[in-house]
């Protein structure tokens, strides 16, 4: 069983280019999660989707990012003309419920770097 | 709202020693789980241990445990013989019953084990 998959593992974009991360949750699960970690710090959270739906968005700046999770094809997390700021790894867990006692399963993340 | 405290950024242990890394938690919400996930420099996030509010024995799982103090909102974890593998940042994490149950992130401990 495959865990959550995310691409690309390293992303270099320069400042007001488009960046999308894609997230393939585990086999079975159908809540995601989008996570933003700067660095030396803890991970942030940005969204929470499950199959064409965004549950909360309340981690999400209100400008320049979006998040989906079509019913075919995996979540992408899509950041618009991106500033230096948006250098952090972005992480995507899945999970196969919402129950706070199951455990969220992390991809690898991605690395977006702003030039 | 939420909020997680961990108050070492950083330790330094000796091989084969024990290491307690602190976390609190601020919730009130009765329902909620904790989590702990290390996260070595090569920057996945691995799942360690989790423990659930109403349960009544402190969680283990190999050589981490968890030492949970409700009453103090305290879920430090013990890492017993501690290993030159275990050198990595730690996260302890909270997810609620309510809302998106989300992670909610404390600021990570980096612990460092000398030969």
């Known amino acids: 069983n495959a865990g959550v998959m995310q691409n690309p593992r390293h992303l270099v974009r320069r400042r007001g280019q488009e960046a999308r991360l894609r997230c393939s949750p585990m086999k079975g699960h159908s809540h995601v999660y989008w996570y933003r970690q700067l660095p030396e710090e803890g991970l942030k959270f940005m969204v929470y989707l499950q199959k064409e739906n965004i549950i909360d968005e309340s981690g999400m700046p209100k400008e320049r990012f979006s998040a989906e999770f079509p019913k075919e094809g995996p979540s992408i997390l899509r950041i618009q003309q991106v500033v230096r700021g948006d250098s952090a790894a972005y992480f995507c867990a899945s999970s196969p419920s919402t129950s706070y006692y199951n455990e969220q399963f992390f991809g690898p993340g991605t690395r977006l770097t702003v030039l | 709202a939420q909020k997680i405290t961990q108050t070492q950024p950083g330790m330094f242990v000796q091989e084969k020693e024990a290491v ?21 420099s090569s920057g996945e996030m691995i799942f360690l241990i989790y423990q659930g509010s109403y349960d009544q024995q402190n969680a283990t799982e190999g050589r981490y445990s968890l030492n949970f103090q409700k009453a103090r909102k305290s879920a430090n974890l013990v890492i017993s013989a501690s290993q030159l593998g275990d050198s990595a940042m730690y996260f302890c994490a909270m997810r609620e019953i309510q809302g998106a149950q989300k992670l909610v992130f404390g600021q990570g401990t980096r612990l460092t084990i000398n030969p």
Do not use: A, N, R
């Open chain 2, 20 to 40: 307690t890394l602190d976390c609190t938690y601020d919730t009130s919400d009765p329902s909620y789980g904790l989590f702990w996930y290390k996260q070595p």
